[in-house]
């Protein structure tokens, strides 16, 4: 007998059809001899809903609060889902994070798992029952739920995987797998059958929001193999582990993030130490910053500009306007018109010539690239935002034959 985990996202629970659609899958499993535990997400857009309910009502509520409010949407989805096996005629029982034993700290909206105790899940188990874990949420050493960010019901399955020994994670969503770029947007894209954890962490950190980034990170911390496949149509997915088969792929993927901000500083002093302090007051401020460039400016002056998330433009902001010598100084910030492109594969590394054939490709869509950053295994740039999916397709297709 096995033990799997299957994650079911907020698309794969939208509606009542569709949570009749997952209940047969687990049940299926099940009925195979497995022991299965399945984590979902709130339904469709409930969680994006819950936050324009706080926003009417407070444009600044406390964090806390709001890990209350959201963590509701899983709540409904587990019963539901749990009703759904019921009437299919299995055992079931839905617990909440909390009775999962889902230990985090104290980071509210984007909080850490410190432990899955997973005691109550392995009791329901062993009374046969089909386990309904709500993802996304925790508890703190207050007693107090948390919310694990955006997109954590992934990083919970993962976490119980890990916790369970189980022997399979299958995460269903809405597409049958990873692809070469965003398949809703991408015509071309490409189905990968396998991806390293060290891409897929790169793609999921960059946009390609399919799997969320902290899974990934735990996926591999844990040696968690996970299976990325569709709730709506029945074909083998995509597997993400340590090691693949090695294939003649220059690049794994393509992708998006327009949750990013261009700041620039302008015009400060244009001798050593700047950058040492404006990095590291906004490093002090947990600011995680991206692309750097550094220019020279006029009388002995230079100007520094880098990226962050759009999220962090405040944190940022008040960072800058610590610092002393940054008094009466220009700061520019664009969190609305950049977006972020990248082009993600360890083949690259012993490849000369990837930077250049994405710029080509950038060049005839006749695209302009505003700041550019390279690491062994990515190439990133930043363009204007209205430009983001032309170019995402541009550099696409400029390595599709490179691609399957
Ligand atoms: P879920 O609700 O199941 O967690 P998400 O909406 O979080 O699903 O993630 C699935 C979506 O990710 C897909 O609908 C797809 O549009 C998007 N996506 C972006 N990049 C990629 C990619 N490279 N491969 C697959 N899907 C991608
Ligand atoms: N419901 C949460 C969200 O929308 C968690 C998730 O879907 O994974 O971000
Ligand atoms: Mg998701």
């Given at each position: 007998m096995s033990l799997i985990v299957q994650k079911f996202g907020g698309s794969s629970v939208a509606n009542a059809e569709r949570v009749m659609n997952v209940a047969?899958?687990?049940?299926?499993?099940?009925?195979?001899?497995?022991?299965?535990?399945?984590?979902?997400?709130?339904?469709?857009?409930?969680?994006?809903?819950?936050?324009?309910?706080?926003?009417?009502?407070?444009?600044?509520?406390?964090?806390?609060?709001?890990?209350?409010?959201?963590?509701?949407?899983?709540?409904?989805?587990?019963?539901?889902?749990?009703m759904a096996v019921e009437k299919l005629g299995f055992p079931v029982c839905s617990?909440?994070?909390?009775?999962?034993?889902?230990q985090t700290n104290s980071g509210h909206g984007s909080a850490r798992i410190k432990k899955v105790t997973g005691e109550r899940i392995r009791q329901e188990l062993a009374?046969?029952?089909?386990?309904?874990?709500?993802?996304?949420?925790?508890?703190?050493?207050?007693?107090?739920?948390?919310?694990?960010?955006?997109?954590?019901?992934?990083?919970?399955?993962?976490?119980?995987?890990?916790?369970l020994h189980a022997d399979r994670c299958q995460i269903f969503t809405d597409v049958e797998g990873v692809y070469t770029a965003d398949p809703r947007k991408v015509k071309s894209a490409v189905k990968l059958s396998e991806i390293t954890y060290d891409e897929m962490l790169e793609l999921a950190t960059l946009g390609a929001q399919?799997?969320?980034?902290?899974?990934?990170?735990?996926?591999?911390?844990?040696?968690?193999?996970?299976e990325v496949l569709s709730s709506m149509v029945r074909s083998p997915g995509t597997i993400v582990?340590?090691?693949?088969?090695?294939?003649?792929?220059?690049?794994?993927?393509v992708t998006k993030d327009t949750n990013c901000a261009r700041i620039s500083v302008i015009g400060v002093p244009n001798v050593?130490?700047?950058?040492?302090?404006?990095?590291?007051?906004?490093?002090?401020?947990?600011?995680n910053v991206d692309i750097i460039?550094?220019?020279?400016?006029?009388?002995?002056?230079?100007?520094?500009?880098?990226?962050?998330?759009?999220?962090?433009?405040d944190q940022t902001v008040e960072a800058l306007n610590e610092i002393d010598f940054l008094e009466g100084i220009k700061i520019e910030v664009?969190?609305?018109?950049?977006?972020?492109?990248?082009?993600?594969?360890?083949?690259?590394?012993?490849?000369?010539?990837?930077?250049?054939k994405m710029f080509e490709a950038l060049f005839e869509a006749d695209i302009n690239i505003q700041m550019i950053s390279t690491s062994e295994i990515k190439i990133s740039v930043l363009i204007d935002k209205a430009d983001a999916d032309k170019a995402v397709e541009a550099v696409h297709n400029a390595f599709i034959p490179e691609i399957g």
């Open positions: 047969r899958i687990v049940t299926e499993t099940s009925k195979a001899g497995n022991d299965v535990v399945v984590v979902v997400s709130a339904q469709g857009d409930t969680t994006d809903d819950l936050i324009e309910k706080a926003a009417e009502i407070n444009k600044k509520p406390s964090k806390r609060e709001m890990d209350m409010l959201l963590s509701a949407g899983e709540q409904i989805s587990i019963a539901l889902l749990a617990l909440l994070g909390w009775q999962a034993g889902f009374k046969k029952n089909i386990v309904i874990v709500a993802g996304f949420q925790g508890i703190n050493k207050y007693d107090d739920i948390t919310t694990l960010g955006r997109g954590g019901s992934d990083t919970s399955a993962v976490a119980i995987a890990a916790a399919v799997l969320n980034n902290r899974s990934v990170e735990m996926a591999k911390k844990y040696g968690v193999v996970l582990k340590e090691k693949t088969k090695m294939e003649k792929m220059l690049i794994r993927g050593p130490g700047i950058a040492y302090k404006i990095f590291g007051r906004l490093a002090a401020k947990n600011v460039l550094q220019s020279v400016g006029r009388n002995d002056t230079k100007d520094i500009t880098f990226t962050t998330s759009a999220d962090q433009v664009d969190d609305k018109n950049v977006a972020k492109i990248s082009a993600v594969g360890a083949g690259m590394e012993t490849h000369p010539g990837v930077a250049a």
